[in-house]
């Protein structure tokens, strides 16, 4: 134990790029904050985005923020962590800055908590849309799977979800999609007249399945997807539907995932690219 009075000031704890050997001082750090330690989201995150965070000088991270970069004009925001013990002493907002700093002209987004979105107003992050969170037993009716070519992906389908991903997201995310296959429990196509026209994921996290992404051009077409990823599945399953999309919300809350917790999807120094009434649930919060 350092003596309190030897203690570094906390302007005096520099930001570094962290690694995957930091894993698991991160995931220390998401149970000091009560959040799940989930380490097969942070290892993505930690392959495909930026980990940024500052040692606490008696051990462990005193906090982390994450920057998934989208080519150079989009990046997406997660992971912001501050230990309890460095609570309101501005390690966040310099993490925060930081990250911006490194963001240069990009557009940020990211989906705040209660305890964050004061932070990101500060910081001239502005609120554009919320995010419902529903988690249970997902049970589809044989109604739900009547669109017609809905299969397993397959790996000559990398091309065409990547197509599907950039139209919809507005951002190259060859990074983020490339992995899916891997990352994923269950990936499934929407094919009509030999092209493919929708795409889903399910990944296990910790507690759930997260349902995401699904890109898709009608509800119907999001439906079938979301049925077809989530039929015979053992256990709660997660989506992440923006109020935006009400009929898929009321559809999935009537088959048994209901209404959990909200965020707010907050953007900074631009407005979300891409046709994101495609996107019906994002790969995951921390990427979109
Ligand atoms: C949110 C969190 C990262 C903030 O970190 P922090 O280091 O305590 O924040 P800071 O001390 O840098 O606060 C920066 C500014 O935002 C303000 N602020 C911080 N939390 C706030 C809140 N909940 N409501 C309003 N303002 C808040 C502070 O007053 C401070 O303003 P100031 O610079 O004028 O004093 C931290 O509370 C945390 O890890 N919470 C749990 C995890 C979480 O919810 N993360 C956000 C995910 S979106």
Not at 103 to 122: H, N, V
Not at 141 to 155: C, I, L, N, T
Not at 194 to 215: H, L, Q
Not at 235 to 240: A, K, M, N, S, T
Request: glycine share 10%; hydrophobic share 40%.
């Amino acid at each position: 134990m350092i003596d309190p009075k030897d203690r570094p000031s906390v302007a005096d704890m520099p930001v570094r790029r962290l690694g995957v050997d930091d894993l698991r001082d991160c995931l220390l750090l998401a149970i000091d904050r009560k959040w799940l330690p989930e380490e097969a989201k942070w290892r993505l995150l930690f392959e495909v985005g930026e980990v940024y965070g500052i040692d606490d000088p008696e051990g462990g991270l005193a906090g982390t923020v994450v920057l998934s970069r989208y080519g150079p004009r989009l990046g997406a925001v997660s992971m912001v962590l501050v230990a309890t013990r460095y609570g309101r002493m501005g390690l966040g907002g310099r993490l925060m800055r930081h990250l911006i700093r490194q963001a240069g002209d990009a557009t940020l987004f990211l989906t705040a908590t209660e305890y964050g979105r004061g932070l990101y107003e500060k910081l001239g992050f502005t609120a554009v849309g919320t995010v419902v969170t529903h988690i249970g037993q997902l049970r589809p009716e044989p109604e739900d799977f009547k669109q017609d070519g809905v299969r397993p992906a397959r790996e000559t389908d990398l091309e065409a979800i990547g197509r599907l991903d950039l139209r919809a997201s507005g951002a190259p995310r060859a990074e983020v999609i490339r992995r899916l296959p891997r990352f994923a429990e269950r990936t499934r196509v929407a094919e009509r007249a030999g092209e493919v026209t929708g795409f889903g994921a399910a990944w296990r996290n910790v507690d759930n399945v997260v349902v995401g992404p699904v890109i898709a051009a009608s509800t119907a077409m999001a439906r079938a997807l979301i049925a077809e990823l989530t039929a015979d599945l053992h256990g709660p399953v997660r989506l992440d539907v923006d109020t935006r999309h009400r009929a898929l919300a009321e559809w999935v809350s009537s088959r048994g995932a209901v209404p959990a917790f909200s965020t707010t999807l907050m953007t900074y120094g631009g407005d979300l690219p891409g046709d994101r009434a495609r996107l019906y649930t994002p790969v995951m919060q921390a990427l979109g």
